[in-house]
C-alpha cells in the first residue's frame, strides 16, 4: 500500500502545484494560500477524525510518549514552513521549476535521519538515485542562469 499511497500524493501534489501556479502568479499571496491549505487541512482532518471516532485520541495525543512530543511539533513545524516556503517559490518563479528543485529533499531526509537518530537506509541503488537528482538539481540551477 506505501507505494499505492506515495503515487497517489505524488499525483495530488502535481496537481495541486500546476493549479496554484496561475493563481499566485496572479498576485496571489502565499501567506494567504498557506492560509487556505492550513484551514482546508484543519477542517478535513477534523471530519477525518470525527468520521474514524477518533477525535478524542488526537486531543490526548495516543500513541505519543511524552519525549516524542517535541519531535511531533518540530516534525509539523517544519512541514508548515516547507509548505510556505514552496508556495513562495512558485509565487517567485513558477511551480515547475520550483517543484524540480523540492523535489532534493529526499537527500535532506537521509541527511537528518543520520543527524537525528543516527539511521542509515542507504544502499548502493538509492545512492545512484540521489546522486541522480543532485545532477537533476544541479541541471536545472545551471539552466537558469
Known amino acids: 500500500m506505501w507505494l499505492l499511497y506515495a503515487i497517489a500524493a505524488s499525483l495530488c501534489w502535481g496537481m495541486s502545484y500546476a493549479a496554484s501556479g496561475p493563481i ?8 494567504l494560500f498557506f492560509f487556505g491549505y492550513s484551514a482546508l487541512g484543519f477542517l478535513g482532518s ?6 474514524t471516532g477518533k477525535i478524542g485520541q488526537a486531543f490526548r495525543m495516543e500513541g505519543l ?16 514552513l516547507g509548505a510556505f516556503l514552496t508556495y513562495a517559490a512558485m509565487s517567485a518563479k513558477n511551480p515547475t521549476l520550483a517543484s524540480l528543485i523540492e ?39 545551471l539552466g537558469e542562469r
Open 24 to 31: 499566485l502568479r496572479k498576485g496571489l499571496s502565499p501567506v
Open 46 to 51: 477534523l471530519v477525518l477524525l470525527s468520521a
Open 65 to 80: 510518549e511524552k519525549g516524542d512530543l517535541g519531535w511531533f511539533l518540530f516534525s509539523i513545524g517544519g512541514s508548515a
Open 103 to 141: 523535489i532534493s529533499y529526499p537527500l535532506f531526509v537521509v541527511v537528518f535521519a543520520w543527524l537525528f537518530f543516527r539511521e542509515m537506509q542507504l544502499n548502493p541503488m538509492t545512492i545512484c538515485g540521489g546522486l541522480l537528482v543532485i545532477a537533476g538539481v544541479a541541471v536545472i540551477i
